[in-house]
């Protein structure tokens, strides 16, 4: 899952949370990974995980989440 901070337009922070997520995913692949294992989500900016506008917030924000399922 891709992520980004609450600055710049909705479609930009889609599109960066995106190419944020599938750098994850090329990783992975080179690493071993099948590619039909993975999926890739963008959720821009809607799902932070640090309240505020401060660069500390917005930091934590600009992040890529790995998540399981069996």
């Known amino acids: ?4 901070d609450e600055r710049g ?6 599109a960066l949370g995106e ?3 599938q750098s ?4 992975l692949v080179l690493n071993g990974a099948g590619e039909d294992q993975i999926e890739v989500v963008s959720f821009g900016e809607e799902d ?3 309240d505020g ?5 917005y930091q934590q924000n600009r992040r890529a989440e ?5």
Request: hydrophobic content about 30%; glycine content about 4%; charged content about 30%.
């Open 53 to 57: 506008s401060s660069e500390e917030a």
């Open 9 to 14: 337009s909705d479609s930009y922070n889609l």
């Open 19 to 21: 190419r944020r997520a």
């Open 66 to 70: 790995l998540v399981y399922k069996r």
């Open 24 to 27: 994850v995913k090329r990783i």
């Open 1 to 4: 899952q891709g992520h980004t």
């Open 48 to 50: 932070p995980v640090a």
